[in-house]
């Protein structure tokens, strides 16, 4: 059965990919973006290429009366939601803490946490057979960051990582008996734009050789284990989180 899935900053990187893979699993999407429409518009296409409805909502996870907006547009447009990936999320440039202003750390936690938070109140809202809907499945984006802490890099970004870990394991205790599972995965270091948002592009061949297998994973790769914790194929498990990280 075709189910519809929203995934958070789905105009590229992670997102995408998963836009991408959930259309082949068969799967109808609803595409989030911030600031990239042309992007966001692009994925939209493939999607479609797949034989999928991709629809597409712009919105500031970060803000309430957006996520808000961008969930009345959802179920007018798409109907009802089966499943939700909170994949949005930004970090900022490398820097240790004491180099840091609080502005930086308001924005990594509005976008990570917030945001999460926010899309997942409000698809519990449809999902939960406590509010009459049908179940479903919610994905959390952590990182291998929220247990190293990236010390020197972002541990603004680590902290706000391992926040989405609690959040993980507690929500999906809470609508467990609900009908919906909730999990995390946590991918290690990825080959997406998001390393030049924190100055690393020129670092991350170097950081490749400090990887077991000796490479970034692909976005593809995250998608497969996304999907897959979207899937009756996991069942039996919520409040986990599934690493991705070539060993590291
Ligand atoms: P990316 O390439 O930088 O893409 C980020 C996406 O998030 C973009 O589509 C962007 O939309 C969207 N976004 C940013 N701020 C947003 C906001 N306020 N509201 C809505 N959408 C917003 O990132 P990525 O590397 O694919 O990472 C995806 C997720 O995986 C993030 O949560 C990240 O922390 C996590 N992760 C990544 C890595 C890695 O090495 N890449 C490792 C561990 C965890 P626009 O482009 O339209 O603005």
Request: proline share 3%; charged share 20%.
């Amino acid at each position: 059965m075709r189910k519809i899935i929203l995934i958070t900053g789905a105009s590229r990187g992670i997102g995408a990919a998963t836009a991408l893979r959930c259309a082949q699993a068969g799967h109808d999407v609803v595409l989030n973006y911030h600031r990239e429409a042309a992007a966001a518009e692009r994925v939209a296409q493939q999607v479609r290429a797949l034989g999928a409805q991709a629809h597409l909502l712009q919105a500031d996870v970060a803000d309430p009366a957006q996520v808000l907006a961008l969930f009345q547009r959802l179920d007018q447009q798409a109907g009802p939601l089966w499943g939700l990936v909170n994949n949005a999320g930004v970090v900022a440039p490398k820097a240790r803490l004491d180099e840091m202003e609080p502005e930086r750390w308001q924005r990594v936690f509005a976008v990570n946490v917030m945001g999460s938070l926010l899309c997942a109140r409000e698809a519990v809202k449809r999902m939960s057979r406590a509010h009459g809907g049908a179940g479903g499945a919610i994905v959390n984006l952590s990182s291998r960051a929220a247990l190293l802490g990236s010390p020197g890099l972002y541990v603004d970004y680590a902290a706000s990582k391992a926040a989405i870990e609690a959040f993980t394991v507690g929500l999906a205790r809470e609508v467990a008996a609900e009908g919906v599972r909730v999990n995390g995965v946590r991918p290690g270091i990825i080959a997406t734009d998001i390393h030049a948002d924190s100055g690393m592009s020129e670092e991350l061949a170097a950081a490749a050789a400090g990887i077991p297998m000796q490479r970034l994973g692909r976005s593809e790769e995250v998608a497969e284990a996304i999907v897959w914790l979207l899937s009756e194929a996991a069942s039996y498990t919520t409040g986990t989180m599934l690493d991705v990280t070539g060993g590291r």
